[in-house]
Every structure is written in structure tokens, then in C-alpha cells.
């Protein structure tokens, strides 16, 4: 178990993520000013549910890594703190280090703008036929809404191979009948045209109660009441050498 330690400096991170992997949550690289030979790579949010940990690496390791472009380093000196996050949110600013609440937040804000836009843009009927980086953008930031993956399962779905759609669909939770809270703002904001593209989707009618849309269909009763079990961020981030699957 991982206790604060205020010596060590966050100087750098373990991943170098491109616009096709954003938002990503990345293990910080400190070093103990005391000690020369005091470098460790910090995993502060194991996914396993394991205690975080403080893996001492070699200096050397990380100047390696940085040179060969998987690591990198990070500007200013920041004390590390357990309770804060490493995260890249923009592709042209470097992550940043946020108390963990203030970086969750700040994601799932980003994703819900990401998402607005693309509803907006259905709204003007402006469609594209390339993949859309805003509405994976939205699914990676908000994994416990159904509501992104559902969009983007959608409007992507003639762009993506059947493989992909399977592992897509595969991590969305059960359909529940209290809507989502994006669900619910998406109705009260009327965003029309893309409810409608999702109810119109083989998998999202089953999502969409019959007010949603005029086009939705009631979901199947035996379907109806399960209890939301989010599983997408960490399922996602098994896929991520996958083409499809760029995040975390």
C-alpha cells in the first residue's frame, strides 16, 4: 500500500496517448530527489481493485523509454499525492495532474460536450461519413452511461467491422427502465435526431422507452428493472491495441 510520500516529484508519465486515445487516465513517473536512484512508476487506480503500488524502476528505463517516444516528460514539478489523477484530456496540451475528483469531473465534462455536439450537428443534418473522434471521445469519457456507446454504436455502425460492433455491444450494460442521466438530459434538451438515430438502431430500440422517440420501441419486459453494471472503461481498455478500440 502506497502511503504519501511529499519527496517525490512527478516528472513524467507512461504513455504518450494520440487524439484517437483520449481521455486516458496514465500512471505517473516519480523520482525522489534524495535519491538518485529513486524512480517509480505510480498506480494509484489499479483495475484489479489491488491497493496502489509504487514500482521502483531503474532512472535509466525511463530516459530510455521517453527517447524511444513511449514514455514522457512532464512539465513543472508537481508533488505527488495519492488522491490526485495523471489525465490526457487534449492531444495539443500536456496531462494534467488533478485532485482525482476534480479530474473525474472534468472528464465526464468533456465527454457530455463532446456528445452535445454531435446531437447539435444531427439537429443541422450534419452527418459525416468518416468516424466521428467526438462521439468515441464521449464513450470513452462517460463508460457508466449507456447513453454514448449507444450513439456511437448508431451513427458508426456501417464504418466499423462486425468484430468491433460485437465487442462494442458486448460492453454496454443491461437495458434499465429509470433512464440515465444522459438519457435524461438528451430528452429534456430534445435531442431529437439522435435519439431517434438510436432507436432506430437494432440495439438501441432496446434502450429507448416508446416516449424517447417516435420511432423507439418499449423495451422487452423480462429485460426491464435489470440493474445497471457498467463494464465498458475497463473492458475497453483490454481492447486497446485494437483499431477500434484507441482509449482508456
Known amino acids: 500500500m502506497i502511503k504519501n510520500r511529499p519527496q517525490l516529484i512527478v516528472i513524467g508519465a507512461t504513455a504518450v496517448p494520440g487524439s484517437g486515445e ?7 513517473i516519480c523520482l525522489d530527489p534524495t535519491d538518485p536512484a529513486g524512480c517509480f512508476v505510480a ?47 487534449d ?13 473525474y469531473a472534468k472528464v465526464r465534462q468533456l465527454g457530455e460536450r463532446k456528445l452535445e455536439e454531435v446531437a447539435l450537428d444531427l439537429e443541422r443534418r450534419v452527418y459525416r461519413d ?46 434499465n427502465r429509470s433512464p440515465s442521466t444522459l438519457m435524461r438530459r438528451a430528452r429534456s434538451d430534445r435531442w431529437n435526431a439522435l435519439l431517434d438515430r438510436i432507436a432506430n438502431d437494432p440495439v438501441g430500440r432496446g434502450y ?26 475497463p473492458n475497453f481498455q483490454e481492447n486497446l491495441g485494437n483499431s477500434y478500440a484507441q482509449a482508456r
Open 208 to 233: 429507448l422507452s416508446t416516449d424517447a422517440s417516435p420511432n423507439a420501441r418499449p423495451q422487452p419486459a423480462f429485460l426491464r428493472g435489470l440493474r445497471d453494471i457498467p463494464n465498458f472503461l
Open 43 to 89: 498506480n494509484v487506480a489499479p483495475w484489479n481493485g489491488s491497493p496502489p503500488q509504487l514500482q521502483p524502476i531503474p532512472l535509466e528505463r525511463f530516459e530510455e523509454e521517453c527517447e524511444a517516444g513511449y514514455w514522457q516528460r512532464l512539465d513543472g514539478k508537481h508533488p505527488f499525492q495519492l488522491n490526485y489523477r495523471l489525465v490526457a484530456l
Open 22 to 28: 483520449l481521455p486516458q487516465y496514465l500512471d505517473p
Open 130 to 175: 468518416t468516424p466521428d473522434e467526438r462521439i468515441w471521445y464521449a464513450a470513452r469519457a462517460l463508460p457508466s452511461d449507456p447513453l454514448p456507446l449507444l450513439a456511437l454504436i448508431a451513427l458508426e455502425r456501417n464504418l466499423l467491422p462486425p468484430d468491433a460492433l460485437a465487442d462494442l455491444e458486448a460492453n454496454l450494460p443491461p437495458p
Open 91 to 103: 492531444p495539443n496540451h500536456s496531462p494534467e495532474y488533478l485532485p482525482d475528483k476534480q479530474a
